[in-house]
């Protein structure tokens, strides 16, 4: 019998894994909030016995401890790795970080609403996000630096391009892809002052199959007629 992050077999059968229970309590979390986390309903959702949650988890608060990693790991470390992702231009470093605004699996604006919801009910989880926010800038700020912006205007440009998507995920803003798609190169604009070149746009459009929209993009770049 093992414990080690494997399913787990005995006489009275199958008791999930973490992995199980940690998915199971995700989706709670971001379809009914925190109040939704709770032993005895996840156990039902995933019909096992309550017993079974204790052969992974000492108590609902190792749990949501485990929840908080797993948003901490998923979203700010992605971010904060796709700011120092290889780019020529700032215009592709900018785009670099996009990719979290188009990838779920970089970045999940569902996770991140469910937590700051969290976060207005726990000083505690207050804390947690308010370290994200603080790395999070810290990280787009330090990417404006390396291509030759001072430290405070870095930091304005980076402000500007976190609170503006922090703020799409706030108001839960139900932007369509083909719309968004259209926005990216007048907030590149913006962002960087810089008009965006069409080959970095193809790269960027192409990395997320929205290829097919180039043409479309191409138009919308400020100057095209």
């Given at each position: ?116 919801s ?58 369509d ?14 962002y ?34």
């Amino acid at each position: 019998m093992s414990r080690c992050g494997v399913p787990i077999l005995n006489e009275t059968g199958w008791r999930g894994s973490p992995e199980v229970w940690l998915e199971t309590a995700y989706a709670s979390l971001v379809e009914g909030g925190v109040e939704a986390v709770r032993i005895q309903p996840l156990a039902r959702k995933l019909k096992l016995s309550r017993t079974s949650f204790y052969w992974f988890f000492k108590d609902r608060e190792q749990l949501l401890d485990a929840l908080v990693d797993r948003w901490r790991a998923k979203n700010t470390d992605n971010l904060v790795a796709r700011s120092r992702a290889y780019a020529e231009t700032l215009v592709e470093a900018v785009l670099n970080v996009f990719d979290c605004w188009l990838d779920r699996e970089l970045f999940d604006s569902q996770f991140e609403f469910a937590i700051r919801s969290w976060a207005l009910q726990s000083p505690e989880i207050a804390v947690e996000v308010r370290r994200a926010d603080e790395a999070r800038i810290a990280a787009l700020a330090e990417m404006f630096m390396r291509f030759g912006l001072e430290p405070l205007p870095a930091d304005v440009h980076a402000r500007t391009i976190y609170l503006v998507q922090i703020g799409y995920i706030s108001m839960k803003s139900d932007e369509d892809i083909n719309t968004r798609v259209r926005r990216i190169p007048d907030y590149v604009a913006i962002y960087t002052g810089q008009t965006p070149e069409p080959r970095e746009l193809d790269r960027f459009f192409a990395r997320h199959n929205l290829l097919a929209d180039a043409p479309a993009v191409a138009r919308a770049l400020p100057g095209a007629r």
